[in-house]
């Protein structure tokens, strides 16, 4: 067995990827580590009962390259014989207010994994996603984030499962490197597509993989398997604190929302998941920002905090919770 097969199989195994499920959707984009992804679970389709589907989003933003991209992901799906879904979307027209290109590309591009998931549901299979993020992302994710500043979840990288609504998204090459997949590429004499766009410093995270990663490499040669290493140490660490926060929601839970006093008294580490926890159970996006402004609120008995389009954080009479802002305002009136 190739050594990336050999490390996907392992990852599967551990991390209890495919249990339950009949069904692998593989996010293909036509690049080598998507290429390696949608090859690797071909050969493991067989020992781990699943059966293998492709997904590819045309995002429309470089032209008859992005239509290269497809054409390329169709003609390997026929020749392996595997189901594709596919679709074309105008991501420039997509953006919402205050969204990059890049993160419209990516909502845009989950939005169509997870109707996908949906359509393969709803033939009978039980499916989950699979994404091409190597231990090579996962090392480049957590430089870039330090660069930004971050705390302990952000020092985490990528999960090696994750959730998308009600399905799993699964990362079967999170302890593979990029030379794993090239190797692994070689040897079968497999074609990819490469985006011009990564080969460009131009943007923060291919400065990192272009110029960061080689001169680390220099010091350590195995140098992402080894910070997948601290990940997975930092994560369960991570996990840990994020059980006690859980807990500690449980116990302040009051009616609608929590006792904002017990909350407050909670120890900083365990303040800050609390309220993350909140937030996100609100569709609010936690920041470090969100999260310290909200954590002060809990010390008044009545406040209302704004962190983003449409969503209040909101203390009233000593209870914490979140609401939109069509339903604060009609509360208001009512009081009015």
Excluded at 27 to 43: C, I, N, P, T, Y
Excluded at 58 to 87: A, V
């Amino acid at each position: 067995m190739e050594r990336l097969t050999e490390k996907a199989a392992a990852a599967v195994r551990e991390f209890s990827m495919t249990d339950g499920a009949d069904a692998v959707v593989c996010a293909l984009s036509g690049g080598a580590d998507s290429v390696s992804l949608l090859r690797v679970m071909k050969l493991l389709a067989e020992s781990f009962s699943f059966e293998v589907f492709a997904c590819h989003l045309n995002h429309g933003l470089r032209g008859e390259e992005s239509d290269r991209d497809e054409r390329f992901c169709r003609e390997l799906c026929g020749q392996l014989d595997i189901p594709l879904f596919s679709r074309k979307a105008d991501i420039s027209s997509m953006r919402e207010k205050h969204e990059s290109t890049e993160q419209a590309a990516r909502r845009v591009r989950y939005g169509f994994f997870a109707e996908t998931l949906e359509k393969v549901g709803k033939s009978g299979k039980t499916p989950v996603l699979a994404t091409a993020h190597t231990a090579s992302d996962n090392a480049e994710t957590v430089i870039f984030n330090l660069t930004r500043g971050t705390g302990l979840n952000g020092l985490c990288g990528i999960p090696p499962v994750r959730t998308l609504g009600r399905f799993r998204v699964v990362r079967p090459l999170i302890r593979a490197s990029r030379a794993d997949v090239e190797d692994f590429l070689g040897r079968l004499g497999q074609d990819f597509v490469t985006d011009k766009t990564n080969l460009s410093d131009e943007f923060s995270r291919n400065r990192i993989r272009l110029n960061v990663m080689p001169q680390l490499a220099k010091i350590n040669p195995a140098v992402a398997e080894t910070v997948s290493r601290a990940t997975e140490n930092l994560r369960r660490d991570n996990d840990y604190l994020c059980g006690i926060a859980e807990n500690a929601l449980n116990e302040a839970k009051c009616g609608r929302g929590w006792k904002a006093s017990e909350l407050a008294k909670l120890p900083e580490p365990i303040k800050a998941r609390a309220v993350a926890k909140i937030l996100t159970l609100g569709n609010i996006r936690p920041s470090e920002l969100r999260i310290k402004t909200a954590s002060e609120l809990l010390e008044k008995y009545s406040a209302k905090y704004n962190p983003c389009k449409n969503r209040f954080f909101l203390v009233r009479k000593g209870v914490c919770f979140t609401e939109e802002i069509t339903q604060f305002f009609h509360g208001y009136n009512e009081k009015r």
